[in-house]
């Protein structure tokens, strides 16, 4: 099989197209054939050591998995002798994030138990998006949020991969939302759902004007007293992503900010469960879902795919087609 592999941190020049023994399933093990990898900013972290404590997991001079990608979307085509969950010919889908990464390759041999049946109402393209994004905006708004109906929340970063789902996600959840991005992004926002989109180089929504119950930081780059600044008094600051600065502020200052008063600020570590994975196959299915497809590129293309990402204004999702 072919597969896009690295053997040294660094830039997307690190990435190369190489041939692999394709693997034979063992024990509960399912044998895919990837039609579809969604690449995530998971991807260029690793691949850079970005930050630098990446090495302490993922190997200290070089990296311990030699094949990025996260996010998967394919067909069974065997199975090994316990696994029963699936038949061959199911289109699945999983977040290799637990499974030893792997995405970026033509198949993907692991335990069943990181698939679910795809939306029968996708593309492979469309559910190869849903898994670590999709689940990342679930998680922050339902299980670390909490989000009430009305409640007002501010999705800083709305354009990206977590944001497209994240906006559709609050809205579910009855959220008054106000989705801030840049210029390219606004009309994909409104057309998501948002009930107010603020472009970032035309306003300053964290000048105190408007008070947030929730602001989630899905790509933040201001100052936690600036949010705190737009925050009402039991108000909740969510970091999901941003720059290594932003991360680590709220890491280290987010829980002295939060003794302050009644405001809160804390960070999301999100991980994908089954459970998760057929939350959000339903709500596709139920319509109320949908992925937003930005470029997409063939194997081969690969490392174009993570410098497009890594510009930091993507439309929605990026996706790599092994089969093409
Ligand atoms: N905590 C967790 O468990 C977890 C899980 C998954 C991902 N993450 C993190 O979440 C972050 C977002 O992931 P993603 O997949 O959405 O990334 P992405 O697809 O690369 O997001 C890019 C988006 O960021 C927006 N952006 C860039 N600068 C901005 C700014 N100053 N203000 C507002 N928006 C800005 C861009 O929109 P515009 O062009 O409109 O500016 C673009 O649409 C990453 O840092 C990732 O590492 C965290």
Redesign the pocket.
């Known amino acids: 099989m072919k597969v896009v592999a690295y053997d040294r941190y660094g830039s997307p020049v690190q990435l190369k197209l190489e041939e692999m023994e394709t693997p034979a399933p063992k024990g509960d093990e399912l044998l895919v054939r990837i039609h579809a990898t969604s690449v ?3 991807d260029w ?1 690793l691949l850079r050591a970005d930050p630098f404590l990446v090495r302490l997991s993922e190997g200290f001079s070089k990296p311990k998995r030699r094949i990025l990608g996260m996010d998967i979307a394919g067909e069974v085509v065997d199975a090994g002798p316990e696994a029963t969950k699936f038949k061959i010919g199911d289109r699945v889908i999983a977040d290799l994030f637990k499974y030893g990464y792997g995405g970026l390759a033509e198949y993907k041999c692991c335990s069943e138990e990181a698939f679910a049946l795809a939306p029968s109402n996708m593309s492979y393209e469309e559910a190869a998006c849903l898994p ?2 999709g689940n ?1 905006a679930l ?1 922050a708004v339902r299980n670390k949020a909490a989000v009430k109906p009305g409640q007002r929340i501010l999705i ?8 497209t789902y994240m906006v559709q996600v609050a809205k579910i959840f009855g959220a008054h939302v106000t989705a ?3 210029p ?2 606004v009309e994909q926002s409104r057309a998501l759902g948002a009930d107010e989109v603020v472009d ?1 180089t035309q306003r300053d929504i964290l000048d105190g004007t408007v008070q947030f119950d929730t602001i989630f930081a ?2 933040g ?1 201001r100052k936690l007293s600036e949010y705190s600044h737009a925050m009402t008094d039991q108000g909740l600051y969510l970091m ?3 720059s290594n600065s932003q991360i680590f502020q709220a890491l280290l200052y987010g829980a002295f900010y939060s003794r302050r008063g009644g405001k809160k600020f804390t ?4 991980s994908t469960t089954v459970e998760d994975l057929e939350t959000l196959v339903k709500l596709a299915e139920e319509g109320k879902l949908k992925t937003v497809l930005d470029k997409q590129f063939t194997l081969s293309e690969t490392a174009e795919a993570i410098r497009y ?1 890594e510009t ?4 929605g ?2 996706v790599v087609l092994p089969q093409a």
């Open positions: 995530n900013a998971a972290h670590l994004a990342t998680r800083h970063g709305s354009g990206g991969g977590v944001g801030l991005c840049g390219g992004n970032y899905v790509n780059s999901v992503g941003g960070h999301l570590a999100a990402l930091g204004h993507a439309k999702k990026v």
